[in-house]
């Protein structure tokens, strides 16, 4: 297939579109939202070590910041975000069926 008619096969159209910025961010503010969630644990214990240090934050809380990012991270996959963009696409095209 050449891309002039690439460019007029509406029926893979849908794939080879970027979402529009705001679409983009709130995936991922959704995908963040979901990750802070999981990981309330984490973050919790990182803010209790980070009131109790003050400026030594840095060099006494690591352990807890690590676990904070690890968590993070687990949480924040690029599969989290597939899933919830499959998710928001399928709620849009439910919305334009009705």
């Known amino acids: 297939m050449s ?31 979901d990750a802070v969630a999981a990981c309330k644990k984490e973050i919790n214990e990182f803010a209790q070590c980070e009131k109790a240090n003050g400026l030594f934050v840095i060099f006494n809380c690591r352990l807890q910041n690590n676990a904070m990012n690890e968590c993070m991270k687990r949480h924040m996959t690029q599969e989290h975000h597939d899933n919830v963009r499959l998710k928001r696409a399928q709620e849009r095209a439910e919305t334009s069926n009705q």
């Open 3 to 33: 891309l002039n008619e690439a460019r007029k096969d509406d029926s893979n159209r849908e794939s080879r579109l970027r979402k529009t910025f705001p679409e983009e961010k709130r995936i991922a503010d959704i995908v963040k939202s």
